[in-house]
């Protein structure tokens, strides 16, 4: 019922800088929060970088003052900058997106089918 696309993932050396890109689409009503969640191979699946409908944000500690996200409320789609990005950044990126598809219904989480970012040299 709710799809999430995302896109902008891809081979960089460490140092460089990457943007992924989620946008979601569907029937969706209000928007609560979108964030960005990452796993490395073997590891379990950790939050990245969330943005609230308020604009509220939050960081990993691992990514504070490299990493940057940001929405774009009208096309339902959220963003996350990546820069000086290190090898230890190298996993596959999920985006997710806590909303409601009706007035007063319940919450929903939805995820993308994640893009991979490879950080090597």
């Known amino acids: 019922q709710v799809h999430l696309v995302e896109s902008g993932g891809g081979l960089v050396q460490p140092g460089g800088s990457l943007r992924v890109s989620c946008a979601a689409s569907?029937?969706?009503?209000?928007?609560?929060?979108m964030g960005w969640y990452r796993r490395a191979p073997g590891e379990e699946r950790e939050l990245v970088a969330s943005?609230?409908?308020?604009?509220?944000?939050d960081y990993a500690d691992s990514v504070k003052g490299r990493f940057t996200i940001s929405r774009d409320a009208a096309k339902n789609t959220v963003y996350l900058q990546m820069n000086n990005l290190k090898p230890e950044d190298t996993a596959i990126y999920y985006c997710n997106l806590n909303m409601r598809r009706w007035p007063g219904g319940p919450v929903y989480n939805s995820w993308g089918q994640g893009t991979q970012v490879t950080v090597s040299s």
């Open positions: 569907g029937s969706i009503f209000s928007i609560n929060a």
């Open positions: 943005i609230t409908n308020g604009g509220s944000t």
